[in-house]
């Protein structure tokens, strides 16, 4: 199944298109454009090879200030000017060091994404965000600036663990459970008994995904409104993620970090937790996460007042209120504001233990 749709931006319309043996047409040019690449992608592809081409380790560490100084000064040595073009082929990592450079760059250069694994093909490869840790702050640099266009090659996916298809389908239900229409009940009938998708059907997957995620970008292109729905589990996965030492991945983090949101919220007066779609989403994410090597052991190595701290620290909240996504009593998310105090830390520390407790190794 192959898939084309426009995102509408206000800096820019772009294009993106699921598609498959894109990589075997001559889709990819990259004798004519300055080729960033994931290092493990390239060993795994070296047909990826290129000229001008910039190869960077994709970890936790490479997404800063200084990989990004490093792109620009890689881009200006091997002669790109402000015409020039850059593609980006890696997961979410490489789309944020590649969109905050192609952005300043000579004030701007165009680019095309490639991403490489399924996260980036469901989730992040669209909205046109970079986030770039600064020091011990995560995500706390960045802006707004889309790609020319986005081509995604569902074969990338032949090569990814078996944690990183997990790690993409939690971002994926967590889009389509965000949509109050049908996009949530379609996403759970395209999947199979243990949560994961079959190969037939994972272009469906990234595509519906994808076009769910449109409708909050495009009513909310920065992050003032109702796409802020999309960082339900973020707020707990970035701490689950900077609190395990990065052991657990982003995707696999915002899953747990869902699944804490949702204990937590059953802690409050206005929980829908009750909901029977709730129930749903919270079958879906036990079973589809318990098919996580070692989860269970990197989540009892974490400290819970580590935790705690990592959480305090996330950019979202404000001075007095912590701010976090749950259900509402229609079983719908909603942004809600908690006083910073002893109760809430009671009730943090026993969600994390319940959670743990599903995941816990015998």
């Not at 206000?10 to 894109?22: F, G, P």
């Not at 082929?89 to 994404?113: E, K």
């Not at 993409?168 to 459970?177: D, N, P, R, T, Y």
């Not at 696999?252 to 129930?279: K, N």
Request: overall charge negative; proline content about 2%; charged content about 20%.
């Amino acid at each position: 199944m192959s898939a084309s749709f426009e995102i509408h931006s206000s800096s820019k319309n772009y294009q993106v298109e699921v598609l498959t043996n894109l990589l075997k047409e001559k889709r990819y040019r990259p004798d004519q454009s300055f080729v960033l690449v994931d290092q493990l992608v390239l060993d795994l592809y070296p047909y990826l090879n290129a000229q001008n081409l910039i190869a960077i380790t994709s970890v936790e560490e490479s997404k800063s200030l200084e990989t990004v100084a490093f792109v620009i000064e890689q881009l200006r040595a091997k002669g790109a000017n402000r015409n020039s073009h850059l593609i980006a082929v890696g997961g979410g990592i490489i789309q944020d060091i590649a969109t905050f450079s192609a952005s300043v760059f000579m004030r701007g250069i165009s680019w095309t994404y490639y991403p490489t694994t399924l996260l980036a093909m469901v989730d992040s490869c669209v909205g046109g965000k970079s986030s770039i840790n600064v020091g011990k702050y995560k995500n706390i640099a960045g802006n707004f600036y889309p790609p020319e266009n986005i081509l995604i090659e569902t074969d990338f996916c032949n090569t990814l663990a078996h944690a990183e298809m997990i790690a993409g389908l939690s971002e994926a239900v967590k889009i389509c459970f965000a949509n109050q229409g049908a996009a949530f009940h379609e996403y759970l009938r395209l999947t199979e008994t243990d949560g994961l998708v079959t190969k037939e059907k994972l272009s469906q997957v990234i595509s519906l995904s994808l076009l769910t995620k449109k409708n909050f970008i495009e009513e909310d292109e920065f992050d003032q409104g109702i796409r802020l729905l999309l960082n339900f589990g973020h707020t707990f996965g970035h701490a689950i993620e900077a609190a395990g030492h990065f052991s657990i991945t982003h995707g696999v983090a915002v899953g747990v970090g869902m699944q804490m949101a949702l204990h937590i919220s059953t802690q409050l007066e206005s929980s829908g937790c009750s909901h029977p779609r709730v129930q749903m989403l919270s079958h879906y994410l036990s079973v589809l996460l318990r098919g996580v090597p070692s989860l269970g052991k990197h989540l009892s190595a974490i400290s819970g007042q580590l935790l705690f701290d990592k959480f305090q620290s996330d950019k979202k909240h404000t001075t007095d209120k912590y701010v976090i996504i749950v259900p509402d009593r229609n079983g719908y998310l909603e942004r809600i504001y908690i006083n910073k105090d002893d109760d809430f830390e009671k009730i943090f520390f026993n969600s994390f233990e319940k959670i743990k407790g599903l995941y816990e190794v015998q």
